[in-house]
């Protein structure tokens, strides 16, 4: 199988971007020595959906180099840096299949295609894999797989696929929750914002739609910039403690019409929809940091629209009779799609949850349960000790 991405004379810039990435993420560049030494992937096949951007493409080598016999790399939609992809494409035994402007179409095509072939290991990010796989019924089932993120653990939930296979979800982990989520993807989707926009924060009414660790994080670094921060939850507990947190709470349809601002962080589908027009201020912004861009109803915000227009790289002005809204790389990420996503630092720590989780998979996987569980205790404990002393 051939890779498909943008731009295969882009792999030696992408090569030259990696070194500044290595040099920063200690944590992965040891469990890749580990790997490389004890070959741990060795005749292994290894299926990953993630983001592809330099920080996972160093941890990608590591798979490599610990004797996988192939690694498919499909991408997530909207945050494909096209210099990396085609500087992982140009390596030894990986098919990269991802394009900057995937549709969700792509997306599901490329992943029939990984489907094709038994893969004994699944890496996975939004449940893309482990949906494949469970609609597909390819007749094989891998020995394990991990699971990233928060709306990938609620749409295998939604889907009722209980995969027969143990599924470490790396979300559950409480280094992932109060680290990476709280801490930095709030940093990273402000930073998302800051350079698609070029807007000051301050000043800003800020409505955050989605009240978890990501939310959390989120509103946190929005109002530390000078933003009123307003939270809407489904969930009263939620609710309290954004209140508690010093955030502006209430019900969706009254918050909406004061935001200069709205980002969504559910990890569901469909928050903001076509039905939220009449609400929205003239010359809002609409933006997401989900998973999936799904978050806003995108299409059908359009459809009902007058007319589309791109006024900048990343921004749309989509305009109705009586006013005009503007929506950030049409949903995509914001972390990602407008910037180089969380911080190398956290992304250290995340990505050896993912490594040394794969580990347990591969060496022991007899002493997991099938179907979803959360991060074995030993590595969590093994992860803080490494990033505290990477800190030090």
């Not at 180089?340 to 956290?346: A, H, L, Q, R, W």
Request: aromatic share 6%; proline share 4%.
């Amino acid at each position: 199988m051939n890779s498909i991405i943008d731009d295969c004379s882009l792999a030696s810039a992408g090569a030259a971007r990696m070194h500044w990435f290595r040099e920063r993420m200690p944590i992965v560049a040891g469990v890749n020595r580990m790997f490389n030494e004890q070959q741990t992937f060795k005749g292994k096949t290894v299926a990953v959906c993630m983001h592809i951007e330099p920080k996972t493409g160093y941890w990608i080598e590591g798979l490599l180099a610990g004797g996988a016999a192939h690694v498919y790399l499909v991408g997530c939609l909207g945050t494909t840096k096209k210099d990396t992809a085609a500087y992982l494409a140009s390596l030894d035994n990986i098919t990269v299949l991802g394009k900057e402007g995937d549709s969700y179409d792509d997306h599901k095509r490329y992943l029939r295609l990984v489907m094709a072939q038994p893969v004994d290991l699944f890496l996975d990010n939004g449940a893309s894999l482990i949906l494949a796989h469970h609609e597909l019924n390819p007749g094989w089932s891998p020995i394990g797989a991990n699971e990233e993120t928060r709306s990938g653990k609620l749409l295998i939930e939604k889907n009722q696929a209980e995969p027969a296979y143990p599924v470490i979800v790396i979300d559950d982990s409480p280094l992932k929750q109060i680290l990476e989520n709280a801490v930095g993807v709030g940093q990273s989707v402000v930073d998302g914002f800051m350079r698609t926009t070029s807007l000051l924060v301050g000043g800003k009414k800020v409505l955050v739609v989605g009240y978890g660790y990501c939310g959390s994080g989120v509103a946190k670094k929005f109002r530390g910039l000078g933003a009123t921060t307003m939270v809407y939850d489904i969930n009263p507990v939620h609710q309290l403690k954004a209140k508690s947190d010093g955030h502006l709470v209430g019900e969706l349809h009254e918050l909406i019409p004061d935001a200069d601002v709205i980002i969504t962080v559910t990890g569901t589908f469909n928050v903001i929809t076509e039905a939220h027009i009449p609400l929205f201020k003239d010359k809002v912004i609409l933006c997401n940091s989900g998973h999936y861009g799904f978050e806003i109803s995108v299409e059908e915000i359009k459809k009902a629209s007058r007319s589309i227009e791109q006024v900048k790289e990343g921004i749309e002005r989509i305009a109705f009779d009586a006013k005009s809204i503007y929506l950030l790389h049409n949903a995509s990420p914001l972390n990602l799609a407008g910037a180089d996503g969380n911080p190398i630092e956290i992304m250290d720590l995340g990505l050896g949850l993912q490594s040394y989780s794969a580990y347990r998979i591969v060496t022991g996987a007899e002493t997991l349960q099938p179907g979803m569980q959360p991060v074995p205790q030993d590595i969590d404990s093994r992860i803080s000790g490494l990033f505290l002393a990477s800190l030090n």
